[in-house]
């Protein structure tokens, strides 16, 4: 089968396996892939450039590699400035009421299954796709046969699961 006969999928590529994973499959499988990656933070602000795992320059160089390898185009996005409004904003104003918000589910709501989504449909894709190690079921049929609800389920690992990552997604 010829590569892009089942349409054009983004895929949302973090640098790590998961995300890089899901993009090889997605070629093999003849779908039309491009990678995406989400610039979210200016690494030289506090001097340091140290961030943990996620949205680290060497993520977004692994990223490239990735896709350099399996002969897909990539782009980074940058969405400094709706990350901090989304999410850095409001992380800080939650901690400073007492609560104890999680960026990773504000980012994936708004940012990634918002911003990025909207990226991909502006590509052409049909469809967005990530690395989250998760499971997505069709729940009953709908009325008059049309489909029902998909359902989010926990990963068969429950080690690896990051179903709750994705708790805020919306059927769509």
Known sequence: MSPGKKGRVVVAMSGGVD??????ILKAEGYDVIGLTM???????DGKGNFGRCCSPEDIFDA???ADQLGIP???????????REVVDY???EYLKGRTPNPCVLCNERIKFGLLLHKA??????????????RIDPGPPGKEDGPGQY??????????????????MTQD
């Not at 610039?39 to 602000?45: A, K, P, R, S």
């Open 121 to 134: 449909e502006e590509l052409g894709a049909n469809a967005l796709a990530t690395g989250h190690y998760a």
């Open 91 to 93: 992380f800080v104003d």
């Open 151 to 168: 359902l989010l389920r926990r990963g068969r690992d429950r080690g690896k699961d990051q179903s709750y990552f994705l708790f805020s």
């Open 74 to 84: 990539h782009y980074v996005i940058n969405f400094r400035q709706a990350f901090e």
């Open 39 to 45: 610039h979210v933070w200016d690494q030289t602000q």
């Open 64 to 66: 490239r590699r990735v």
């Open 19 to 24: 995300s890089s994973t899901t993009a090889a």
